[in-house]
């Protein structure tokens, strides 16, 4: 196993709701280990709390209870963790500065942490990166601002700012789902070659269970603000013990299926501000078991990586 190199433990985060409705309880009890030179992926539909966990293990957001710590230690300086810890947003062209050259998005976060030793050395640096990420001839990209810039292109600029501090974590929030379906593989394809070519530890988010299975090591899958399930990408895919993992994976595109899936038959996602008791799921399981409305299921073990919060899971591994 590689070494872990960004570990978030029992993250929770609460947020208050406006004019007063509530408390909007986004992420509760989360762990997750990220380790160097491979991808994790964390799925689940949208307000879930996949972002609110992203934000969490940037430090974007403090935690309402939980600690993050990097290669082992809580986080120490702000500056100095936000070097080894990189957030890649959604919108490539909203996180893009619309007034500022391409050169400039690269250049800046090497001035901010010093790794420029002259005009022509940080040249020369942003020139590498436009390469590393496939942005060739350089000479044609450093002038651009971001409207002249395809929206593969802007993701790929914003992908080389975030590896221009040279980080050790890379934290990726649906990269690509605002991109064309016909260039979201090259994008993927390239954060893949970097963990693997930079032994970066790569968490990669999004709603879409198939690309993930083509591009994670690890799935885990996010519900209502909880994990539940986690293992080996095939081994998950192939043979899902969630329920909601399987809802997943049946609405998942499938060019072999006669008849398009129903995505309204198990209902919609609880409200975050008064979710189920028990297993938040249990609403929507087609399996559920009257302990699933009372009592929040454990952490089941699988075998092999994988696990699961699941009553019906555990009633199968354990028979009485």
């Known amino acids: 196993m590689s070494e872990i190199v960004l570990e978030g433990r029992n993250l929770t985060k609460h947020f208050k709701a406006a004019r007063g409705r509530g408390t909007v309880r986004a992420v509760e009890d989360v762990s997750l280990a990220l380790r160097s030179g491979s991808v994790t992926a964390l799925v689940g539909e949208s307000g879930c709390g996949k972002s609110t966990v992203a934000r969490l293990l940037a430090q974007v957001y403090p935690p309402t209870s939980g600690e993050v710590l990097l290669r082992g230690e809580k986080v120490k300086g702000f500056r100095e963790y936000r070097r080894r810890v990189q957030l890649i947003f959604q919108d490539p062209f909203a996180s893009l500065n619309p007034f500022h050259r391409v050169r400039y998005h690269l250049a800046r976060p090497m001035r901010v942490h010093g790794h420029a030793r002259s005009a022509a050395h940080e040249r020369e640096l942003v020139a590498e990166l436009l390469e590393r990420v496939s942005l060739t001839p350089v000479e044609q990209f450093m002038d651009k601002l971001p409207h002249e810039l395809s929206g593969g292109q802007r993701q790929r600029v914003a992908i080389a700012r975030a590896l221009a501090v040279r980080p050790i974590a890379l934290i990726a929030d649906e990269p690509v789902s605002m991109l064309d379906v016909s260039i979201r593989l090259g994008v993927l394809r390239l954060l893949e070659r970097l963990a693997a070519d ?75 501000i008064s979710p189920p008791s028990g297993c938040r799921f249990h609403p929507r399981c087609p399996v559920a078991l009257p302990v699933c409305a009372d009592e929040v299921p454990g952490r089941t073990e699988l075998g092999a990586g994988r696990w699961t919060h699941c009553w ?3 009633a199968a591994a354990h028979p009485s």
């Open 198 to 272: 930079s032994g970066l530890a790569l968490l990669y988010i999004t709603h879409d269970i198939a690309s993930a299975r083509y591009f994670a090591e690890d799935i885990t899958v996010m519900y209502a603000g909880r994990l539940i399930e986690s293992g080996p990408g095939e081994a998950l895919t192939q043979a899902a013990r969630h329920p909601y993992t399987q809802l997943l994976l049946d609405s998942a595109p499938d060019p072999d299926r006669v008849t398009p899936p129903d995505r309204t038959r198990h209902g919609e996602p609880p409200s975050l």
């Open 312 to 314: 019906h899971a555990e």
